[in-house]
């Protein structure tokens, strides 16, 4: 297999081998387009999926979506007659804690996560692994937490579906220990495309969040869930499905989870159950998973799918 790495700035827009799958009608034909802060996969010029790394923005985020290049996360920069401005900082997929020893790092006005150390590997089969690290600190501040971040994305099967699997490493960023502050959202979140939201009851199109069912333990049923999914008809009039998996090393699995319909948005949130402390030394890592799947998807499948991302063993 093929592989680039990118480390220096460059602008490039890199063949990938024909896949002899058809999308619709046409063949899929994947390239990647690259710069010095951001990666993406198209198919026949149309983008899938794009991450986003500038140190002048802040909070690496990235948009998700299908083949034919419809968009499942909200826009960004947001168009110019796109009416959902609310919570401008819910940027496609990304992460952001609520807050750190008392300190907000959720809203815009607190970028402070610089990426730093950037290195992106593209291969031919349309799969990439993302490496960085990431400072959380206040401006012209030390680091109060730095973070190792891995984000692996899977090449699309033949259905155009795809996995994204999200490893996060968190040490105190001096000898004093760090406490991410409880709350009921925060960490890994996804905002999607404002056009989802209604009414499941009345518009059979309309998306809808589905949740693991958990066993009961000892005769109680955990606060969490394993997986939720939020499903209905893509833009595209052709049924799709985003799932996020809390995987089972991570620590308080399974995790709770912020749902919101009226802006469509998921989040399971570590911090829910209260604060977590790391004294120096100490490390906390957080695994999750994210399938995008292009199709209809039920509660069984998408269970195959968790444990299919649960079983797997990560490098």
């Not at 905002?191 to 209604?198: K, L, P, Q, V």
């Not at 991570?250 to 911090?271: E, G, K, Q, S, V």
């Not at 292009?294 to 968790?306: L, N, V």
Request: hydrophobic fraction near 35%; charged fraction near 25%; proline fraction near 7%.
């Amino acid at each position: 297999m093929n592989k680039v790495s990118h480390r220096i700035a460059l602008i490039a827009v890199l063949p990938v081998a024909l896949v002899s799958v058809a999308l619709g009608d046409e063949p899929r034909k994947l390239t990647w387009k690259r710069d010095d802060s951001s990666v993406a996969l198209l198919n026949r010029g149309k983008v899938v999926w794009r991450h986003e790394h500038s140190r002048k923005t802040g909070k690496p985020t990235m948009r998700i979506g299908l083949l034919d290049g419809t968009e499942l996360t909200r826009p960004w920069p947001f168009p110019a007659d796109y009416s959902k401005r609310d919570h401008v900082w819910h940027k496609g997929l990304w992460w952001s804690w609520k807050g750190i020893n008392g300190i907000n790092f959720w809203e815009e006005n607190q970028r402070g996560t610089d990426p730093n150390a950037v290195s992106v590997t593209c291969n031919d089969d349309g799969s990439a692994r993302i490496e960085m690290t990431v400072s959380y600190h206040l401006p012209d501040a030390a680091p109060l937490a730095i973070e190792g971040r891995v984000v692996e994305v899977s090449a699309p099967d033949e259905s155009g579906s795809y996995l994204i699997r999200w490893r996060a490493t968190f040490t105190p960023g001096g000898c004093d220990k760090v406490v991410f502050n409880r709350n009921h959202y925060g960490g890994l979140a996804m905002r999607f495309a404002g056009e989802f939201a209604g009414d499941p009851d009345k518009d059979p199109n309309a998306w809808r969040f589905i949740q693991s069912t958990e066993p009961a333990v000892d005769g109680k049923k955990p606060a969490g869930h394993r997986w939720v999914a939020y499903a209905g008809t893509a833009q595209n009039g052709k049924p799709a499905c985003v799932a996020m998996f809390d995987h089972p090393d991570n620590p308080r699995y399974p995790t709770r989870w912020a749902l919101r319909t009226r802006y469509p948005y998921l989040n399971p949130c570590f911090i829910a159950n209260g604060d977590y402390a790391l004294n120096a030394g100490q490390s906390l890592t957080l695994k999750y998973g994210i399938w995008v799947h292009a199709g209809a998807a039920d509660a069984e499948a998408i269970e195959k799918a968790w444990k299919s991302y649960a079983e797997k063993r990560e490098e």
